[in-house]
């Protein structure tokens, strides 16, 4: 029996040495005194990825063709166009989209009228110059840029905190209406120049 004591104690020294080690907030653990009480850590971690979203006009694959249709009577007269087959604005506008988490956004309009503007696909029918559609935007935290031959101005959201922008507009463009070309249809088709590009860059 008395041999069996010293084992006794050093089991229990052993114990009270380990929960001594023990951390403070280790993930479990064991309390055997009162008045009992444990504390336990439980960390969290979010990783969130860079990401850079853009939409101008219908969701998914589609492009949309607004189409600009002036009247004998409202021809060179300086009255703006309304358009239709857009998505919004009754068929002359497109809900745009910008959302991103790393930075400043800029917004760049290409065309690939290559400098001449809008033509028929023949040159002897002359051009109609990108300055005559005229593009308002909704919000200005989102404008819309002014497009030219070529390209236009590149333009930058508004950012919603330091990195993040998340906003949302509707671009209505109409059709000017300030000169007089040759009859015919200008751009939408290979060759024409009629259509513009919006490229979205994000740090």
């Known amino acids: 029996m008395a041999k069996a004591y010293p084992i006794l104690m050093a089991a229990a020294l052993g114990l009270v040495a380990l929960l001594a080690a023990e951390p403070a907030g280790a993930g479990s653990g064991t309390d055997n005194a009162a008045p009992f009480n444990l504390s336990r850590d439980l960390t969290f971690r979010v990783t969130y990825p860079r990401f850079l979203r ?20 409202q021809i060179g007269n300086g009255t703006p166009v309304a358009g239709t087959g857009g998505e919004a604005g009754g068929g002359s506008a497109a809900n745009v989209e910008i959302v991103g988490n790393f ?9 690939n009228g290559g400098g001449l503007g809008l033509g028929t696909g023949t040159a002897g029918d002359g051009y109609i110059n990108y300055d005559q559609v005229q593009t308002a935007s909704s919000s200005a935290q ?12 590149a333009v930058q959201p508004t ?4 990195l993040v922008t998340q906003r949302t507009a509707v671009w209505t463009y109409s059709y000017l209406n300030t000169t007089i070309p040759s009859a015919g249809t200008y751009g939408a088709g290979s060759g024409t120049g009629g259509r513009v590009t919006y490229t979205a860059t994000m740090p």
């Open 54 to 73: 853009f939409r101008v006009g219908a969701t998914g694959g589609t492009t949309n063709l607004i189409t600009f249709s002036p009247t004998v009577a």
């Open 103 to 111: 930075g400043q956004i800029t917004i760049t309009p290409t065309n």
């Open 142 to 153: 989102l404008p819309a840029p002014v497009l030219s031959n070529a390209g236009g101005t």
């Open 159 to 162: 950012l919603n905190t330091v």
